[in-house]
């Protein structure tokens, strides 16, 4: 077998792990630089125990600094969420195209987005992108080069939010937690909101579970038009 067909049959087999990081964020029509306003870690793996206080901005095996910067964005704009393998990768190296599975954002409104953990209540998802026509959300953001596109909404209050950007892989979900979720939070100051909305909130963890029919699933064995549940409230 030559080395190449290795590589792509070793990247397919159920147990290879997803790798990419939310590194940088696109608002105003900047693109800050990597890890600025953002709590990053220092490893690219994923989470898989959806109880772990780590599902909220990722935590170890993944480390994260939090930064001292917050990131302004105006309630109505839409952002981009950047994608990178690692932090030191470019827009063709997001994440393993074989690593399928729905896309989601968050927000969470926050005292202080440089400290605040994000762990407990006051989540509210505001994207998501599943499964369609035969293609993942993930594979969207990939062949985007990285960039998940998020609306802010005008309603929301003014102030500081943490904002959850999730990239999940489900080509080891055929048993429980074996579905990989990568994730991490940028820390915003929103102005320009109407402050209208009251949004439900919902815990993290807790807002998914091990069983959820978006996490225990066998993409495999999916047809074009087959349905997909996911993740989140």
């Known amino acids: 077998m030559h080395l190449s067909l290795l590589l792509v049959t070793a990247a397919l087999l159920p147990g290879a792990v997803a790798h ?3 590194a940088q964020l696109t608002a ?3 693109t800050y630089p990597v890890s ?3 709590l990053n870690p220092s490893y ?5 125990d959806v109880n772990s206080k780590n599902m909220a901005c990722n935590g170890p095996p993944n480390p994260t600094t939090p930064s001292d910067k ?3 964005v105006t309630a109505g704009s839409t952002v981009q969420a950047v994608w990178r393998h690692t932090l030191q990768s470019g827009p063709n190296d997001v994440m393993d195209a074989g690593h ?3 896309v989601m954002a968050y927000l969470k409104r926050v005292a202080n987005a440089k400290t605040d953990s994000g762990v407990g209540n006051g989540w509210f998802k505001i994207q998501e992108g599943g499964y369609r026509n035969g293609k993942w959300a993930t594979n969207e953001v990939i062949d985007n080069k990285g960039n998940q596109a998020i609306q802010i909404p005008k309603c929301i209050a003014n102030g500081q939010y943490l904002l959850r950007a999730e990239m999940v892989a489900l080509h080891g979900a055929r048993s429980t937690n074996g579905a990989q979720l990568c994730m991490e939070c940028a820390q915003l100051n929103i102005t320009g909101g109407t402050g209208t909305a009251s949004p439900t909130t919902y815990s993290i963890p807790g807002i998914y579970k091990s069983n959820d029919p978006g996490l225990l699933i066998d993409i495999y064995s999916m047809k074009t038009t087959s349905p997909y549940v996911i993740p989140g409230t």
């Open 36 to 38: 600025y306003g953002i």
């Open 70 to 72: 917050i990131i302004d």
């Open 100 to 102: 399928k599975g729905p």
């Open 28 to 30: 105003g029509g900047k």
């Open 44 to 48: 690219d793996g994923p989470q898989t």
């Open 20 to 22: 990419t990081i939310f």
